[in-house]
């Protein structure tokens, strides 16, 4: 599975974003899909995740009731949608793809996007 990530950008503070993560010539819907980013100096780090079905989804800590996950099958997407965004939030996010249930390792997930880079900053 070939993975695209998009919708990164430069950011304030208190700002909002949506992710985007796509794949061309096969269908996602049968892969939980999961966003990772990857701050300077640190691990890649489990962000959310979002199953098969889109019922049983996985929210680290410190993006609960800031970002939401979310994938429309018709168009082969799925989202993440971050508002609120703060500093700790920069960094590149990754998409990947499974085909069992959601995980929050990385280790766990098979296909890659190349990334995308967000940057919060004033």
């Known amino acids: 599975v070939q993975l695209q990530a998009s919708g990164g950008g430069l950011v304030q503070p208190g700002g909002s974003l949506v992710l985007s993560c796509t794949a061309s010539g096969v269908s996602l819907e049968s892969y939980a899909i999961g966003w990772f980013r990857q701050a300077p100096g640190k691990e890649r780090e489990g962000v959310s995740c979002i199953d098969q079905r889109g019922v049983k989804n996985y929210y680290t800590e410190s993006v609960k009731g800031r970002f939401t996950i979310f994938r429309e099958d018709d168009k082969n997407t799925i989202y993440l949608r971050m508002n609120s965004l703060n500093t700790g939030d920069t960094g590149v996010y990754f998409c990947?793809?499974?085909?069992?249930?959601?995980?929050?390792?990385?280790?766990?997930?098979?296909?890659w996007g190349q990334g995308t880079q967000v940057t919060v900053s004033s």
């Open positions: 990947g793809s499974r085909s069992q249930f959601c995980s929050s390792w990385e280790t766990d997930f098979t296909s």
